[in-house]
């Protein structure tokens, strides 16, 4: 089991991080992004823990970037179980057992972490993340597919070898939205996804994200992944009465909408009351066609991924 650790500007936590982490670990990567802070010298000149290993990037790739520079690594070196936990001390590393512990059983391939869960353990967090990440986590939810899971830019996460070899291999946003889209691509991996409860700690450190910056792109690139989904799912793989329902929906709500303005508009142009007529040209569609969308929504929260794909859950099946 390996732990990987992005380094960006996280210098005061890092050497209390790394002295937490249990036996249970056999090898530590930090990854130095480029951190202006000399996060990587820090680490080998104060730490002398011989599981760990500082690497090195040029220049600033991200956190998605930093946390696939240690997948990359970890496979190369044979670990079987890849964490990935922030050096800033919001995540307590005696909880890395409980994210290996449904990866090890073949309960999932991917576990993440869910602040969410046990109600008691939000009382110390800021009601911009709060409101934040219930937003975020209902897009989320539409874009990846895991209907079954919250707190989706959670970064304390564990992940099969085998999976993320084949993460490797895909293009994924480096930056803050690069958790939101592994969770796409591992849905389209059909890779079964399993949320662990978790307590944040918040104390002195500060965050690098810039909450007014990401929202429009979080949004959009949520509205691009949801596309994307539906393209790959319901369209090539998988083409079912669902599809046809979203489809359909999609239209008839389209029409209607269009037609309620145009009517609206030459109504109050007009200075004249819309007919019934008109009313139910503009309404019936609408109606309908939130019917289907919902429909093909119910199916889609059906389909979640259930069977595990990695080697050992295989061997335990057996």
Same mark, same amino acid.
């Given at each position: 089991? @390996?732990?990987?650790?992005?380094?960006?500007?996280?210098? @005061?936590?890092?050497?209390?991080?790394?002295?937490?982490?249990?036996?249970?670990?056999?090898?530590?990567?930090?990854?130095?992004?480029?951190?202006?802070?000399? #996060?990587?010298?820090?680490?080998? =000149?104060?730490?002398?823990?011989?599981?760990?290993?500082?690497?090195?990037?040029?220049?600033?790739?991200?956190? %998605?970037?930093?946390?696939?520079?240690?997948?990359?690594?970890?496979?190369?070196? %044979?670990?079987?179980?890849?964490?990935?936990?922030?050096?800033?001390?919001?995540?307590?590393?005696?909880?890395?057992?409980?994210?290996?512990?449904?990866?090890?059983?073949?309960?999932?391939?991917?576990?993440?972490?869910?602040?969410?869960?046990?109600?008691?353990?939000?009382?110390?967090?800021?009601?911009?993340?709060?409101?934040?990440? =219930?937003?975020?986590?209902?897009?989320?939810?539409?874009?990846?597919?895991?209907?079954?899971?919250?707190?989706?830019?959670?970064?304390?996460?564990?992940?099969?070898?085998? +999976?993320?070899?084949?993460?490797?291999?895909?293009?994924?946003?480096?930056?803050?939205?690069?958790?939101?889209?592994?969770?796409?691509?591992?849905?389209?991996?059909?890779?079964?996804?399993?949320?662990? /409860?978790?307590?944040?700690?918040? =104390?002195?450190?500060?965050?690098?994200?810039?909450? %007014?910056?990401?929202?429009? /792109?979080?949004?959009?690139?949520?509205?691009?992944?949801?596309?994307?989904?539906?393209?790959?799912?319901? $369209?090539?793989?998988?083409?079912?009465?669902?599809? $046809?329902?979203?489809? @359909?929906?999609?239209?008839? +709500?389209?029409?209607?909408?269009?037609?309620?303005?145009?009517?609206?508009?030459?109504?109050?142009?007009? =200075?004249?009351?819309?007919?019934?007529?008109?009313?139910?040209?503009?309404?019936?569609?609408?109606? #309908?066609?939130?019917?289907?969308?919902?429909?093909?929504?119910?199916?889609?929260?059906?389909?979640?991924?259930?069977?595990?794909?990695?080697?050992?859950?295989?061997? +335990?099946?057996?």
């Amino acid at each position: 089991m @390996a732990v990987i650790i992005p380094c960006y500007r996280v210098k @005061a936590h890092i050497a209390a991080v790394i002295e937490s982490i249990g036996p249970e670990v056999c090898a530590i990567y930090c990854v130095d992004d480029a951190c202006p802070d000399g #996060s990587g010298k820090l680490i080998e =000149g104060a730490i002398a823990d011989e599981r760990v290993k500082v690497l090195y990037h040029d220049t600033n790739q991200g956190v %998605g970037g930093a946390v696939l520079t240690g997948y990359r690594t970890a496979i190369t070196h %044979g670990c079987d179980i890849l964490v990935k936990i922030d050096g800033d001390g919001q995540m307590d590393p005696s909880l890395i057992p409980q994210f290996v512990y449904p990866i090890e059983t073949g309960a999932a391939d991917y576990t993440k972490g869910n602040r969410f869960f046990n109600l008691e353990n939000v009382h110390g967090m800021p009601i911009l993340r709060l409101v934040g990440n =219930g937003a975020l986590s209902f897009l989320t939810k539409l874009s990846s597919g895991y209907w079954n899971i919250f707190d989706p830019t959670n970064g304390y996460t564990a992940i099969h070898r085998s +999976l993320g070899e084949l993460i490797l291999q895909r293009k994924i946003d480096k930056r803050y939205f690069f958790e939101s889209d592994m969770l796409l691509n591992l849905y389209l991996l059909r890779a079964v996804v399993q949320d662990v /409860p978790m307590e944040a700690v918040y =104390g002195a450190e500060k965050s690098n994200l810039r909450i %007014g910056r990401i929202v429009l /792109p979080f949004f959009v690139k949520n509205v691009r992944n949801t596309a994307r989904r539906f393209l790959v799912q319901y $369209l090539i793989r998988d083409f079912s009465l669902a599809t $046809l329902e979203a489809i @359909a929906g999609l239209a008839l +709500l389209a029409f209607g909408l269009i037609a309620g303005a145009v009517f609206w508009g030459r109504s109050y142009t007009a =200075g004249q009351l819309a007919t019934p007529g008109q009313v139910m040209i503009a309404a019936l569609p609408i109606l #309908s066609g939130l019917q289907m969308l919902l429909s093909a929504l119910n199916f889609d929260m059906r389909n979640v991924p259930t069977v595990v794909r990695h080697p050992l859950a295989l061997r +335990l099946r057996r």
